[in-house]
């Protein structure tokens, strides 16, 4: 048998490779960050030869936890726990430095973490790396051995696996980010469809108890309670349940009178007229405290419904669990939509005047979360794919395997980026803000699922409110076509004459659509009428449908 020095250095190359290559495959499967911490852990220490080996992260506070062990532990020094390791260690060097450290001599240390490892593993000589993670310290990786010291170029060999550990981690906090992003992206549409079927309700001037019944059945739903009530403020101070959403007990029931007493969120909302919360009424005192636990409530968050500078009642939220932290402030929109309902209620213009404001607002928001989207999770993970391109172009020839798993690494994060970019665009499409209505339009016709036929006929930009509506206008009589009027062609025509933008979206289709008929022609007969705009609607059986709309282009 071959011992050369040469021939070992060859097998000691390949059994490095190889143990790389594993882990570089688990990295590019995707598995759960503790897989490969504890698989690195167990091939740094076989591939040097040591007695013990370990991987931390470094916590906010300065201190570290552990995340994988091997070799033999103490009881104290076990996965999970913390630890302040202090120098000459190399591990708290490396953490504080950021830089690979060892010690060769620690005859001298002292301190709880040496005695759980140090001296109860007789490690006489150790070496850590730092793990950096996206430009940040995020952990470290440490060898120990009970012989005189480590070879010199442990250091360098001990590189590659924390780069594969950094991969990992970046990979998990993408992934992590990008469900995030859909999660909160997903409760954010949920949230501005209840506020929009509100806004609706109160656009319509529907009677003001229908009103309040939908706003309790929404804010149950958005935030989990289990009742939702809400109830006006009387004369003599005692509150009056007007609605309740949710599965309440007989003592919230409609019509039911109380006077709400400390410590209940509604009894401080009463006496401050602001949002209140209470997230524990085991020890509310009193006849209050008593009623709340009978009926099984355990926290309870309240906002105030003001009406005109004045403070006309209040929606409270009540289950057996704590609500989100924002929960007030996700409370408010509806809170205030209450308000315009009651207040515009012998009001017409006051009404159209506030769903003005609703419109305006939903359309901020849809650009202020594409412009989150995009200058914030879409960049993280464009910069993420860059980094694992450039990571593939350093894997050797000689794993053309491991080329291929992270190529299909970056080719499925690309996949989710486009995810992200489209979801971004559906809320607010940056070339409205960037080109104005007609650019907005050829992208928007471009994208359509029949052949749709633009012509615009436009000398001035209108008023930004005018674009969003007139874009939006478009883009849901286009989706209506393409979802119900089995059309084989459209066409869009805008043309602006005196102080009106005319827009006319016409199709080929089956006809008969009913605006009555929840076919989506509601939401835009309101935005086009919030805006002092009138909108008609021609759809016979059998002849199409057209759809004419008269816009201001500056809204008073």
């Not at 009742?227 to 959403?245: E, K, S």
């Not at 674009?467 to 119900?484: C, D, F, G, R």
């Not at 989506?520 to 449908?545: F, K, M």
Request: aromatic share 4%; hydrophobic share 45%; charged share 25%.
């Amino acid at each position: 048998m071959d011992t050369s020095p040469t021939t070992r250095e060859l097998r000691r190359l390949a059994e490095e490779q190889a143990a790389l290559r594993r882990v570089a495959t688990l990295v590019a499967r995707g598995v759960p960050p503790a897989e490969v911490f504890a698989t690195v852990a167990h091939e740094v220490r076989h591939i040097l030869g040591a007695d013990a080996g370990s991987i931390v992260r470094l916590d906010p506070d300065g201190a570290m936890t552990v995340l994988a062990v091997v070799g033999e532990p103490s009881d104290e020094f076990q996965v999970g726990s913390r630890w302040r390791p202090e120098p000459p260690l190399a591990l708290a060097v490396a953490l504080r430095t950021g830089r690979p450290a060892r010690c060769d001599d620690y005859s001298q240390a002292s301190g709880a973490f040496v005695d759980a490892t140090v001296r109860r593993l007789g490690i006489q000589s150790s070496v850590a790396t730092p793990i950096v993670v996206e430009g940040r310290l995020w952990g470290g990786i440490a060898v120990g051995t009970q012989r005189a010291h480590l070879p010199a170029d442990t250091e360098q060999r001990m590189a590659a696996f924390t780069e594969l550990v950094a991969t990992a981690i970046a990979n998990a906090e993408g992934r992590a980010q990008l469900l995030e992003s859909r999660d909160e992206l997903r409760r954010l549409a949920d949230e501005q469809a209840a506020l929009r079927r509100i806004a609706v309700l109160v656009a319509r001037g529907v009677p003001a108890a229908e009103v309040f019944a939908a706003v309790a059945q929404e804010v149950g739903n958005v935030l989990g309670a289990e009742a939702t009530p809400i109830a006006r403020l009387d004369p003599d101070g005692v509150v009056t349940v007007v609605a309740v959403g949710g599965d309440p007990p007989d003592e919230l029931a409609v019509g039911s009178r109380w006077k709400p007493e400390p410590p209940l969120a509604l009894a401080e909302v009463l006496r401050t007229g602001r949002p209140a919360r209470s997230d524990d009424y085991s020890q509310a005192p009193g006849a209050s405290g008593e009623a709340i636990r009978r009926m099984g409530i355990r926290s309870g968050v309240a906002a105030p419904i003001v009406v005109e500078g004045h403070l006309w009642g209040m929606i409270a939220i009540v289950g057996r669990g704590r609500f989100p932290a924002d929960a007030e402030e996700r409370m408010a929109g509806f809170t205030e939509l209450i308000g315009t309902a009651i207040a515009n209620a012998d009001s017409r213009a006051q009404l159209t005047a506030s769903r003005a404001r609703i419109v305006a607002a939903a359309d901020a928001t849809r650009r202020r979360f594409e412009r989150d989207l995009h200058d914030g999770t879409q960049q993280r993970l464009v910069a993420l794919s860059l980094t694992l391109r450039m990571a593939q172009s350093t894997v050797p020839a000689a794993l053309p395997e491991l080329q291929t798993q992270i190529g299909e690494v970056v080719d499925e994060l690309t996949a989710a980026i486009e995810e992200l970019r489209e979801l971004a665009r559906g809320i607010h499409p940056p070339i409205l803000s960037e080109g104005g209505l007609g650019p907005a339009l050829r992208t928007l016709v471009r994208r359509a699922a029949i052949p749709v036929e633009l012509d615009i006929w436009t000398e001035i930009r209108p008023a930004d409110r005018i674009e969003v509506a007139a874009y939006y206008l478009v883009s849901e009589a286009l989706t209506n076509i393409t979802k119900h009027a089995r059309a084989s062609c459209a066409q869009v025509a805008v043309e602006q004459r005196d102080a009106i933008l005319h827009l006319s979206i016409r199709d080929d289709g089956v006809g008969g659509a009913d605006p009555a008929g929840g076919s989506g022609l509601i939401g835009l007969r309101d935005r086009v009428q919030a805006l002092g705009g009138s909108i008609e609607v021609n759809s016979r059986p059998g002849e199409g449908t057209a759809i004419l709309v008269e816009l201001p282009l500056q809204p008073s």
